[in-house]
């Protein structure tokens, strides 16, 4: 892929005395990567679903790892070795920037904790790289914007890590649900047993692990000591850095509820929970959580519990869509259809099972609309993570402001304009800013 040289210019970070670069677009609208062509890609944010996405990619012919990027020495050491096991060498970076800096670099995975994806999706943008940012896209309904604002800006390739959305099952059981045989749907309930996600116990504060580059890790979020029940997998139970299960689940489970419904954003919003199993563990997201959307013509309700697995229908997650003549179930391990026993016109369907690999296909079509250079191909794009994401931070700020809330779609913003200023976009700190588009 043809670029043009990096136009670099300069963002002053408040308070520490340095210039954090920002980048013009680099991406040549006419260029169509060949198929014999490699893609290069790094990697930043590698413990968790980076990685696995990472693995995703390598499946891809052509497809050619070149660079990590981690805030933790020890994270990137382990990736490495067993990189080294397989004969691939790679660039390894402990500062996104320079990562993005690289200049064969065609694309990027970021799997960073939720609070970073805004602006290392901003900044890759602007470098000229293509995407595949993980779920959910922002921290807030403010960063959603701010990221649907640089892909319609750069006009680069954004994939969204909702994996659902390339898997055969789930779309077959859209297309049921949209032929109307299920009659009129009042109700859609999505729910999120956990039984294996539990809070840490609440630890002292520490000390950094040594080779964890903390500073960077907080970036915009505020300055707070280490502690390890707030780190790695732990971030999401912690409003600074992600939304707990309505964000790390929802946003894959309502996904599909608004799909099937072909639903916009709900009109009022009414979250009721709080940390009941487990008060005395390290969480500030509710551990326990029932959310009620209002929509025109159905209600959706959001129903998670942590710890447990016994949800809806002896599943411990899914979606259920509720028709006069039959209920639709739908989840990772299948989709079916559950005659009503008061209708006249009976329908049921037996249980249908994946046959395929959502997150491999993902990481297919993600390549492949890189290689025609077509943001709209992907299966997920910016444009409906932000959708979903927008829909789950509006669950999360009922829930946090204890009030039922309004939304204005002509506005684009609450009622209320004591919540809207609190909880539209998050706060940055240490002279971060979310650029606006």
């Known amino acids: 892929m043809k670029r043009k040289d990096f136009i670099k210019r300069s963002m002053l970070i408040a308070g520490a005395g340095m210039s954090y670069p920002t980048y013009a677009s680099l ?28 693995q995703a990619l390598l499946k891809v012919p052509n497809v050619e790892l070149v660079a990590l990027c981690d805030v933790d020495q020890n994270v990137l050491d382990k990736r490495k070795k067993e990189l080294d096991a397989k004969g691939v060498s790679v660039k390894i970076y402990s500062d996104y920037r320079k990562l993005l800096d690289q200049k064969d670099i065609d694309a990027v995975v970021i799997g960073t904790p939720d609070h970073w994806h805004a602006l290392m999706m901003i900044h890759a943008s602007e470098a000229g790289k293509h995407i595949y940012v993980e779920k959910p896209i922002g921290n807030s309904i403010g960063e959603c914007r701010s990221m ?3 892909q319609e800006r750069y006009g680069n390739v954004v994939q969204v890590g909702q994996w659902q959305r390339s898997q055969q099952h789930f779309q077959d059981a859209v297309k049921y649900i949209q032929t109307g045989v299920l009659g009129p749907i009042r109700t859609v309930k999505v729910w999120c047993y956990q039984g294996w996600m539990r809070p840490d116990p609440i630890v002292a504060n520490s000390a950094p692990p040594k080779g964890v580059d903390y500073k960077s890790w907080l970036g915009p979020a505020p300055i707070l000591p280490f502690n390890s029940s707030r780190f790695h997998f732990h971030f999401r139970w912690f409003w600074d850095y992600a939304g ?27 979250g009721l929970g709080g940390k009941f199993a487990y008060p005395d563990l390290a969480e500030e997201t509710p551990d326990t959580l029932t959310t009620l959307y209002e929509f025109d013509n159905f209600n959706l309700v959001w129903d998670s519990a942590m710890g447990v697995d016994n949800g809806s229908y002896g599943r411990d997650h899914g979606i259920a869509f509720i028709g006069n003549n039959a209920t639709l179930l739908l989840n990772r391990g299948g989709w079916e259809v559950i005659e009503e026993r008061q209708s006249k016109n009976k329908v049921a369907k037996s249980l249908v099972t994946p046959s395929d690999n959502g997150l491999d296909k993902h990481a297919q079509n993600f390549i492949e609309a890189v290689r025609s250079n077509s943001p709209v191909s992907v299966n997920c794009s910016i444009q409906q993570g932000a959708h979903v994401a927008t829909v789950a931070q509006m669950g999360n700020v009922s829930y946090r402001s204890g009030q039922k809330l309004i939304w204005d779609a002509d506005a684009g913003q609450f009622t209320d304009t004591a919540i809207n200023r609190k909880y539209i976009t998050n706060l940055y700190h240490n002279g971060y800013r979310l650029p606006k588009f």
């Open 148 to 150: 649907v604002g640089a």
């Open 244 to 270: 707990g299960l309505m964000t790390d689940w929802g946003v894959h489970l309502l996904d599909y509820a608004l799909l099937g419904m072909q639903a916009s954003l709900p009109k009022s919003i009414v």
């Open 27 to 54: 991406l040549d609208r006419s260029s169509i990567i060949g198929a014999n062509d490699r893609i290069r890609f790094g990697a930043i944010g590698i413990n968790g679903m980076g990685w696995a996405d990472t």
